[in-house]
């Protein structure tokens, strides 16, 4: 979070102002194709009718609205001083989906261990350019900031590292440049926003997943022949969008009993509400858990519709799986993917294993009872998919 900007006695007067302030420190008023507009405008809006935000939310969600157009601009700035950068399409990436919660990070941060990837590290999805060599990567000042703003995100909510700890220099999820195009669902999450989510819900995310597209080409120009690995949960309720950009794309969907999953993200996008807005907190997080049930199992519906028609193209893996037997569950992986797996490789990723790095600042503890929902009726909406793929999990 950037805390460094004051914000606008009202929010929906502001976007000349947070225009101005990014074609300031960027150096370039260039924000590229305005189909962003509309959700920003409709973003500013909702953020003075919506959220009871205390001074300190308002500081901190003005800063991530101007952070993220200045990554948009930042990209934009850099692919026009990188022509040719989109010369190469992307070829056969492989990419980590589900549900959220349901061990995406683990396998993602897993996989990334094998140096044949390529992947989208948390500092350049804040500032897209070509991926400088990685022993330079502390020498540049987005990368700098990148770590620093992450400090102060859990300086101001320490439990965030047990749930979820990011680190800069690590791979992270693609949602992170698709929300620059301000058609996501991170806009939702971060406070209260039904206004934003009723018009995110009815908008197209297309024009996001070639912004998307162009950054990830952006990033990856130093070596166009690298293979990509990617990660995204929203990715499941947009699989058309996902195999449009990427039509040999080998997609990895896992699965977890959703009355585990859906309360674990909710008791995440929870933890800041203290610090986000004045009270609420028991009616805001029992809402939330409704809309995230809805949410996604809507979004496996609509998966399961896509798969259909792409034979070949999704594997399955079950969390308790992946938990139980990681690295079978690897050879699984890269059976599918076409690719064996090196001595040295499978040396590192046993001592990622065995280090537990997910668990470093502690466990992540929740308890679905506390937003006044039970397991059923968490499990109900996603009708058949508990059972297709034997998610409840078995305790001796």
């Given at each position: 979070?950037?805390?460094?900007?004051?914000?606008?006695?009202?929010?929906?007067?502001?976007?000349?102002?947070?225009?101005?302030?990014?074609a300031r420190?960027?150096?370039?008023?260039?924000?590229?194709?305005?189909?962003?507009l509309?959700g920003?405008?409709?973003?500013?809006?909702?953020?003075?009718?919506?959220?009871?935000?205390?001074?300190?939310?308002?500081?901190?969600?003005?800063?991530?609205?101007?952070?993220?157009?200045?990554?948009?601009?930042?990209?934009?700035?850099?692919?026009?001083?990188?022509?040719?950068?989109?010369?190469?399409?992307i070829?056969?990436?492989?990419v980590?989906?589900?549900v959220?919660?349901?061990?995406?990070?683990a396998l993602?941060?897993?996989m990334?261990?094998?140096?044949?990837?390529?992947?989208?590290?948390?500092?350049l999805?804040?500032?897209?350019?070509?991926?400088?060599?990685?022993?330079?990567?502390?020498s540049?000042?987005e990368?700098?900031?990148s770590?620093?703003?992450l400090e102060?995100?859990?300086?101001?909510a320490?439990?965030?590292?047990a749930?979820?700890?990011?680190?800069?220099e690590?791979?992270?999820?693609?949602?992170?440049?698709?929300?620059?195009?301000?058609?996501?669902?991170?806009?939702?999450?971060?406070w209260s926003a039904?206004?934003?989510?009723?018009?995110?819900?009815?908008?197209s995310?297309?024009p996001?997943?070639?912004?998307y597209y162009?950054?990830?080409?952006?990033?990856?120009?130093?070596?166009?022949?690298?293979?990509?690995?990617?990660?995204?949960?929203?990715h499941i309720e947009?699989?058309?969008?996902?195999?449009?950009?990427?039509?040999?794309?080998?997609?990895?969907?896992?699965h977890?009993?959703p009355?585990?999953?859906?309360?674990?993200?909710?008791?995440?996008?929870?933890?800041?509400h203290?610090?986000?807005?004045?009270?609420?907190?028991?009616?805001?997080?029992?809402?939330?858990?409704?809309?995230?049930?809805?949410?996604?199992?809507?979004?496996?519906?609509?998966?399961?519709?896509?798969?259909?028609?792409?034979?070949?193209?999704?594997?399955?893996?079950?969390?308790?799986?992946?938990?139980?037997?990681?690295?079978?569950v690897?050879e699984?992986?890269?059976?599918?993917?076409?690719?064996?797996?090196?001595?040295?490789?499978?040396?590192?990723?046993a001592?990622r294993?065995?280090?537990?790095?997910?668990?470093?600042?502690?466990v992540?503890r929740?308890?679905?009872?506390?937003?006044?929902?039970?397991?059923?009726?968490?499990?109900?909406?996603?009708?058949?998919?508990?059972?297709?793929?034997?998610?409840?999990?078995?305790?001796?």
């Open positions: 979070m950037d805390l460094s900007y004051d914000p606008p006695a009202a929010f929906r007067y502001a976007s000349d102002q947070v225009h101005e302030i990014v420190e960027v150096g370039s008023d260039d924000f590229g194709p305005d189909d962003y509309p920003l405008k409709v973003l500013l809006h909702s953020m003075d009718y919506d959220p009871r935000f205390s001074e300190f939310g308002r500081r901190i969600a003005w800063g991530q609205v101007v952070g993220v157009l200045r990554g948009r601009a930042e990209a934009i700035k850099s692919m026009k001083a990188h022509p040719g950068f989109d010369a190469r399409p070829v056969g990436p492989v980590i989906t589900g959220p919660r349901t061990g995406t990070t993602h941060r897993l990334a261990v094998d140096p044949r990837f390529q992947g989208l590290q948390t500092w999805l804040d500032s897209p350019m070509p991926r400088p060599p990685q022993e330079t990567w502390a540049y000042p990368f700098q900031k770590v620093a703003l102060a995100r859990y300086a101001a320490p439990q965030k590292r749930a979820h700890n990011v680190i800069a690590e791979v992270h999820e693609c949602c992170m440049v698709l929300r620059q195009s301000f058609v996501s669902n991170l806009w939702s999450c971060g039904p206004t934003y989510d009723a018009w995110w819900q009815a908008t995310e297309e996001a997943y070639r912004h162009k950054c990830v080409q952006l990033i990856g120009s130093n070596e166009p022949n690298k293979r990509w690995l990617l990660k995204n949960p929203g947009h699989l058309d969008l996902l195999f449009a950009i990427y039509p040999d794309a080998k997609v990895i969907q896992t977890r009993d009355a585990k999953a859906v309360p674990s993200l909710v008791s995440l996008l929870m933890q800041m203290p610090e986000m807005e004045e009270g609420r907190a028991d009616q805001r997080g029992a809402i939330m858990l409704e809309r995230e049930v809805a949410k996604w199992s809507n979004a496996v519906r609509k998966a399961d519709a896509v798969r259909a028609h792409s034979p070949g193209q999704v594997l399955d893996i079950v969390h308790g799986d992946f938990h139980r037997e990681p690295m079978a690897l699984r992986i890269y059976a599918f993917i076409g690719w064996e797996i090196p001595d040295a490789t499978r040396a590192a990723m001592q294993i065995a280090e537990k790095p997910e668990l470093a600042y502690g992540h929740y308890d679905i009872r506390d937003y006044g929902m039970t397991e059923a009726e968490a499990r109900a909406p996603f009708g058949d998919y508990v059972n297709r793929f034997d998610l409840l999990e078995k305790r001796a």
